[in-house]
């Protein structure tokens, strides 16, 4: 290098299908990087037409769309060297895929050379064999007397090309333009494989992520700068918009801009609320609600919920039933004056009586009282005498919910976790019914560390003690526990992982040390309950593994586990 290379990292939360206002957002983030006197801009993977963006990608006139507005983009850059990540047409359209998944070097207004992601990922959330045609060749190009390599998210997971051919052709610098989704840890996995990457090629490597929520996806930034000795020279903060300026290589032994990277259960925490923010701005929400029953889950989620759109834009619904406690109720009503949410107040004891009334005899008990034989019941159908009137409680709180988001055009927030829509404990077109689960990801073993969490940072009680320590329950029968049915969460959670995460096997799992009944009744449920999840409202991941896009699995299944 003569002389080291300013870059600027821009950071930037875009959104999907939205070409016109994404260029917008593109054009004043390259102003913003001119007025750092950065000589190299780089943005993020598919930033143009937001990531992922499905089979908007197979629509020919999408893709056209990409390639005016990133020529359109390069009519306003000078001298500095700008990428762009876009959705760019395949030439000749002799593919069914009608797009490579590109990064566009703009430069003295026009678009200088183009890069196509040589390796397309398939496995997990991703689907970019479906969408893209990929490249094959490494590209540098040369920037203010440096020579940059261009890569764009997954061909640098891998050793090998095109990164190692480009550090061998003297590339000093490795742009990697990134759409990489966040999972719990993922960020120090990342920087891990970079810091392997640049040791082995002896060069820096800039690594600039997207940021923000997409439906189900949550993508957290935490962009970076990388010496050849593997040592992270400037880091951007996780889950905000940021552009990352860094010069390379550092003109003094002070390293650059360099954010913390969060504590474990704080970027857990700022995660779901950026993916609950984003799903509720981006589609036109400006108010949520949710049942709140003073239980853990629905804690957690007005938790959520006032710090992702604020206390006035937050709505809790408190529905007791004859089966409601007086310390639920209690903590429900304190949990909301505390997060200054708005309470109200929907008693079902009457709804449920009419239910009641109504289904007498078809339940098999005649409205006038008379002795009836009950009707036939069907083999295949739980046999427990009380469990459709418990879920006719839930039906009951589902329909007033979306009654209410019908008539005021709230978002209605499910509350069901992790562990319950596992097993199924949870009601179709009850406490299933709303249009985002924002903990459907968060084990309930999580589900308390983030409660509590959320306590500490606060510095008092947001969630009371009682809540805490209260043994966990549905309150839809007297004295129910949620133990009566499952595991203790603990156990349950330790298998859940195992099962679903890492899909493993029953000799696996006893061999670990779980107990061969647990593990065979915690299988049974989650495979009989695909159907449920199937039904149910998208939701933030955070783990390796969520349910939806990540864990596909058919419904009318026999393999048992």
């Given at each position: 290098?003569?002389?080291?290379?300013?870059v600027?990292l821009?950071?930037?939360?875009p959104?999907?299908?939205?070409?016109?206002?994404?260029?917008?957002?593109?054009?004043?983030?390259?102003?913003?990087?001119?007025?750092?006197?950065?000589?190299?801009?780089?943005f993020?993977?598919?930033?143009?037409?937001?990531?992922p963006?499905?089979?908007?990608?197979?629509?020919?006139?999408?893709?056209?769309a990409?390639?005016?507005?990133?020529?359109?983009?390069?009519?306003?850059?000078?001298?500095?060297?700008?990428?762009?990540?876009?959705?760019?047409?395949?030439?000749?359209g002799?593919?069914?895929?009608?797009?490579h998944n590109?990064?566009?070097?703009?430069?003295?207004?026009e678009?200088?050379?183009?890069?196509?992601?040589?390796?397309?990922?398939?496995?997990?959330?991703?689907?970019?064999?479906?969408?893209?045609?990929?490249?094959t060749?490494p590209?540098?190009?040369?920037?203010?007397?440096?020579?940059?390599?261009?890569?764009?998210?997954?061909d640098?997971?891998?050793?090998?090309?095109?990164?190692?051919?480009?550090?061998?052709?003297?590339?000093?610098?490795?742009?990697n333009?990134?759409?990489?989704?966040?999972?719990?840890?993922?960020?120090?996995?990342?920087?891990?494989?970079f810091?392997?990457r640049?040791?082995?090629?002896?060069?820096?490597?800039?690594?600039?992520?997207?940021?923000?929520?997409?439906?189900?996806?949550?993508?957290?930034?935490?962009?970076?700068?990388?010496?050849?000795?593997?040592?992270?020279?400037?880091?951007?903060?996780?889950?905000e918009?940021?552009?990352?300026?860094?010069?390379?290589?550092?003109?003094?032994?002070?390293?650059?801009?360099?954010?913390?990277?969060?504590?474990?259960?704080?970027?857990?925490?700022?995660?779901?609320?950026?993916?609950?923010?984003?799903?509720?701005?981006?589609?036109?929400?400006?108010?949520?609600g949710?049942?709140?029953s003073?239980?853990?889950?629905?804690?957690?989620?007005?938790?959520?919920?006032?710090?992702?759109?604020?206390?006035?834009?937050v709505?809790?619904?408190?529905?007791?039933?004859?089966?409601?406690?007086?310390?639920?109720?209690?903590?429900?009503?304190?949990?909301?004056?505390?997060?200054?949410?708005?309470?109200?107040?929907?008693?079902?004891?009457a709804?449920?009586?009419?239910?009641?009334?109504?289904?007498?005899?078809?339940?098999?008990?005649?409205?006038?009282?008379?002795?009836?034989?009950?009707?036939?019941?069907?083999p295949?159908?739980p046999?427990?005498?009380?469990l459709?009137?418990?879920?006719?409680?839930?039906?009951?709180?589902?329909?007033?919910?979306?009654?209410?988001?019908?008539?005021?055009?709230?978002?209605?927030?499910?509350?069901?976790?992790?562990?319950e829509?596992?097993?199924?404990?949870?009601?179709?077109?009850g406490?299933?019914?709303?249009?985002?689960?924002a903990?459907?990801?968060?084990?309930?073993?999580?589900?308390?560390?983030l409660?509590?969490?959320?306590?500490?940072?606060?510095?008092?009680?947001l969630?009371?003690?009682s809540?805490?320590?209260?043994?966990?329950?549905?309150?839809?029968?007297?004295?129910?526990?949620?133990?009566?049915?499952?595991?203790?969460?603990?156990l349950?959670?330790?298998?859940?992982?195992?099962?679903?995460?890492?899909?493993?096997g029953?000799?696996?799992?006893i061999?670990?040390g779980?107990?061969?009944?647990?593990?065979?009744?915690?299988?049974?449920?989650?495979?009989?309950?695909?159907?449920?999840?199937?039904q149910?409202?998208?939701?933030?991941?955070?783990?390796?593994k969520?349910f939806?896009?990540?864990?596909?699995?058919?419904?009318?299944?026999?393999f048992?586990?």
């Amino acid at each position: 290098m003569e002389a080291p290379l300013r870059v600027a990292l821009a950071q930037i939360d875009p959104t999907v299908g939205d070409i016109g206002g994404n260029a917008a957002k593109i054009a004043a983030w390259i102003g913003r990087a001119r007025g750092a006197g950065a000589d190299l801009a780089i943005f993020p993977e598919l930033c143009l037409s937001g990531y992922p963006a499905e089979d908007l990608y197979l629509k020919r006139h999408f893709v056209e769309a990409n390639r005016r507005s990133v020529e359109e983009l390069a009519r306003g850059v000078g001298e500095m060297v700008v990428l762009v990540g876009f959705a760019e047409p395949v030439a000749g359209g002799g593919d069914l895929r009608h797009a490579h998944n590109s990064l566009a070097v703009l430069a003295g207004g026009e678009v200088r050379a183009v890069y196509r992601k040589n390796r397309l990922p398939n496995y997990a959330v991703f689907d970019e064999q479906r969408y893209f045609a990929p490249g094959t060749a490494p590209e540098t190009i040369e920037v203010a007397g440096t020579r940059v390599g261009l890569t764009i998210c997954e061909d640098c997971w891998a050793p090998g090309p095109p990164a190692s051919t480009e550090a061998a052709a003297g590339a000093e610098l490795i742009a990697n333009s990134s759409g990489s989704p966040y999972h719990r840890g993922k960020g120090r996995q990342r920087e891990a494989m970079f810091a392997e990457r640049a040791r082995a090629y002896g060069t820096h490597f800039a690594f600039c992520n997207l940021v923000g929520g997409q439906d189900e996806l949550v993508f957290d930034g935490h962009s970076f700068v990388i010496d050849p000795s593997g040592e992270v020279v400037a880091r951007a903060a996780q889950f905000e918009e940021e552009l990352l300026i860094c010069e390379v290589p550092s003109p003094s032994p002070a390293p650059g801009p360099l954010a913390e990277p969060l504590p474990d259960l704080a970027e857990v925490y700022a995660a779901l609320v950026l993916g609950l923010r984003d799903y509720a701005g981006k589609n036109g929400f400006r108010h949520v609600g949710l049942a709140l029953s003073g239980g853990i889950d629905s804690a957690l989620v007005a938790l959520l919920a006032v710090d992702a759109v604020g206390p006035e834009q937050v709505s809790c619904v408190v529905m007791p039933s004859p089966y409601s406690s007086p310390g639920t109720q209690g903590d429900a009503r304190t949990i909301a004056a505390n997060l200054g949410a708005e309470t109200i107040e929907i008693p079902i004891a009457a709804a449920m009586a009419e239910y009641e009334s109504a289904l007498a005899e078809s339940f098999g008990a005649p409205a006038d009282g008379s002795e009836a034989e009950p009707l036939p019941r069907d083999p295949t159908r739980p046999s427990e005498p009380d469990l459709a009137a418990e879920n006719i409680q839930a039906r009951i709180r589902g329909n007033l919910m979306m009654a209410l988001s019908n008539k005021h055009g709230w978002l209605v927030l499910t509350t069901g976790n992790k562990s319950e829509m596992s097993v199924g404990y949870a009601t179709l077109y009850g406490d299933m019914a709303g249009g985002f689960a924002a903990i459907k990801d968060v084990p309930k073993t999580l589900v308390y560390e983030l409660a509590r969490h959320r306590n500490e940072v606060a510095g008092h009680e947001l969630v009371p003690a009682s809540v805490l320590e209260r043994a966990p329950s549905a309150e839809l029968r007297p004295d129910q526990l949620d133990s009566d049915s499952l595991p203790p969460y603990e156990l349950l959670d330790r298998v859940l992982e195992a099962y679903v995460e890492r899909d493993e096997g029953r000799e696996e799992m006893i061999a670990a040390g779980m107990p061969a009944e647990v593990v065979d009744e915690v299988v049974r449920m989650v495979d009989r309950s695909e159907y449920k999840r199937r039904q149910a409202a998208p939701g933030i991941r955070i783990t390796p593994k969520a349910f939806g896009r990540d864990r596909r699995l058919p419904i009318t299944n026999r393999f048992g586990g």
